[in-house]
């Protein structure tokens, strides 16, 4: 992979679900002997040179933090208390990632991927500098429903997405119906499974 391509990337690791559905830590889930995100993140470094973990439990991870990772802590939202993190959803951990990114790309990543293939990421970084400006992100497609927790977004899209979030918006779905995407090709759907699909977020 370009070299040039992969610094002009970050990634941005999502840990802050409750795990309500799943009854214990998805983050923690051992995969191969390894904990889930450990494993998201191993990949990503291969991927990216700065991954940044979003989770309001930076703590619950500290012995997982990998070479390349750094912690950004989520903090609720005015009007959200803080012993209930993330009743926001991922589009707010994402915004909160994204403010401290300086590339133009950046990889979105659910923590709980446990298919995720490094070869399939490398390949579509690769292809980023072919992506029309116009494309505000980059994503897989699976019957008219965006995957968005595991591709790329541009980081300009910030203010956009803060103004979507003020306004009360917390679906990727929704706020994506408002710019032109570039549909990811994906052999293997696999690759995407999480232990929360077919619940659109």
């Known amino acids: 992979m370009n070299i040039d391509l992969k610094r002009d990337v970050t990634t941005i690791v999502l840990a802050g679900g409750k795990s309500t559905r799943m009854g214990r830590d998805k983050a923690l889930i051992p995969m191969v002997g390894v904990p889930m995100l450990q494993l998201i993140c ?104 965006w995957q968005p927790l595991c591709g790329f977004y541009r980081r300009r899209c910030l203010p956009e997405l803060n103004q979507y979030v003020e306004e009360g918006g917390r679906s990727f779905q929704q706020w994506l119906k408002s710019y032109s995407v570039e549909v990811l090709p994906l052999e293997d759907s696999q690759m995407l499974f999480n232990f929360n699909k077919n619940i659109p977020e």
């Not at 070479?67 to 993190?85: A, D, H, R, Y």
């Not at 659910?110 to 029309?132: F, G, V, Y």
């Open 42 to 145: 191993t990949i990503a470094e291969a991927c990216t040179d700065k991954v940044y973990i979003v989770t309001p439990w930076p703590e619950r991870y500290q012995e997982l933090l990998t070479p390349k990772s750094q912690f950004i802590p989520e903090v609720p939202l005015p009007g959200e208390t803080g012993n209930e993190p993330r009743t926001h959803g991922p589009l707010v951990g994402f915004i909160q990632g994204l403010a401290a990114v300086k590339t133009n790309w950046v990889l979105l990543l659910a923590c709980d991927l446990p298919n995720l293939r490094l070869e399939i990421l490398q390949d579509w970084i690769s292809k980023l500098d072919t992506i029309p400006e116009n494309k505000m992100a980059a994503l897989v497609q699976n019957n008219q429903i």
